[in-house]
């Protein structure tokens, strides 16, 4: 699955014929899910209204050929459940939710932030614990409390810890997806038992990902690792700088895109591009 980036014009207005371009590209290359607005998509700078119109615009380009996954959280709960009822009128066929930034809720808080906006929108949720953003961890405990919610289906785990795969498993009595949302150990993330990714270096290297994640899926830990490898720079310097920075550069170095992103963001510092121009050689992309 890919972490879908919002194209943008120099204007900063969202890039619509871009975005479709992208949608087409990824649906060719084998991405097998899209994950609309989510911090890759600068989900934090874009309005209500804007927010809710990426999604629809994704929803009828893509027409049902693949999910489309909307990001909808947010840190206060009751905006978090108007961009989920917003992505379900919208026709999404699951949400993605942050948990709380800013505001570091306790772990009970974070159980009845995602408990009210599954119980209040009837949509498919998964959790999305990314503590380097959030300054919010999710523990596996907690994740296990609101697995037992029908309409919760899985989490994407951004930690970069292998460990959590086992010590969530553990504490399910339930199918539950796991996914990662750390490119580096997104192969070996997969093999420990996970399910898929939600990825950045799909943005650029969608078909790479696409084969690399099926062969660890597959249980091929060699042929994962070894389409894995040229990438694994490209899984690093994508976060030279904050991301989605670097990777709308790289996508419009591709001439994918242009070099629209929106501030407080800006475009990618130039002590960087030779760094992230080598990493996408290097991965057979550029």
């Avoid at 699955?1 to 194209?7: D, E, Q, S």
């Avoid at 959790?127 to 989490?155: F, H, S």
């Amino acid at each position: 699955m890919v972490a879908l980036v919002t194209p943008m014009k120099d204007d900063e207005m969202v890039d619509y014929a871009a975005l479709e371009r992208l949608l087409e590209w990824h649906i060719e290359s084998g991405t097998q899910a899209i994950v609309a607005v989510g911090t890759t998509g600068e989900s934090a700078t874009l309005d209500m209204q804007e927010h809710c119109a990426v999604i629809r615009f994704v929803v009828d380009c893509v027409k049902k050929r693949v999910p489309v996954i909307a990001g909808t959280g947010a840190n206060s709960t009751a905006e978090a459940i108007e961009l989920t009822a917003c992505a379900k009128q919208a026709g999404a066929d699951a949400c993605l939710l942050v948990t709380p930034y800013y505001n570091k809720p306790t772990q009970e808080g974070l159980y009845l932030h995602h408990k009210k906006i599954a119980e209040t929108v009837a949509i498919p949720q998964i959790l999305y614990n990314v503590p380097g953003r959030t300054a919010c961890d999710m523990q596996p405990e907690t994740v296990a409390r609101l697995a037992k919610i029908d309409n919760i289906i899985g989490i994407k785990e951004a930690t970069g810890d292998l460990s959590r795969v086992g010590k969530i498993r553990d504490l399910l009595d339930k199918d539950f997806d796991l996914y990662t949302g750390d490119d580096a150990t997104a192969v070996e993330f997969i093999l420990l038992g996970g399910h898929g990714g939600i990825s950045v270096t799909a943005n650029v290297a969608p078909g790479l990902v696409a084969q690399a994640y099926a062969a660890a899926l597959a249980g091929d830990a060699d042929k994962a690792r070894a389409i894995d490898a040229p990438m694994a720079q490209l899984h690093q310097k994508l976060f030279v700088e904050a991301n989605p920075i670097p990777v709308k550069w790289a996508l419009a170095e591709m001439g994918m895109i242009g070099r629209g992103i929106r501030l407080p963001l800006t475009p990618l510092s130039a002590q960087y591009h030779d760094i992230v121009r080598g990493a996408l050689k290097q991965a057979g992309v550029l």
